[in-house]
């Protein structure tokens, strides 16, 4: 049985606001009607980009990214939950 490695890289939130900025520039990873949005060539090339801005492995990256993608959904489902379910008057507020 193999350890996965442990994260090495500290995700402070102007690191976080950086990478989302850089995501948002590289329109190939996430537009579905960008032209190269299903080369995985060319989105790995944006990946790698990304990488090397951030000074971490492209992994490192993959990774935080699905991290942030997958919170911010738990999040859009937490606040449609609360709109539409008992105790209306309680409004979720997400940070």
Known sequence: MTDQPTSSV?????KCLLLIYLY??????????HKDYRNRYIRQDSLLEI??????????????LKNLICHFWCEVKKVKQQR????????YCSK
């Open 51 to 64: 990488s090397k801005h951030m000074d971490t492995s492209k992994e490192e990256v993959d990774r935080k």
């Open 24 to 33: 948002k520039e590289s329109t190939n990873l996430w537009n579905t009607k």
């Open 84 to 91: 539409s379910g008992d105790g209306a008057d309680e409004v």
């Open 10 to 14: 500290e995700w402070s939130n102007e």
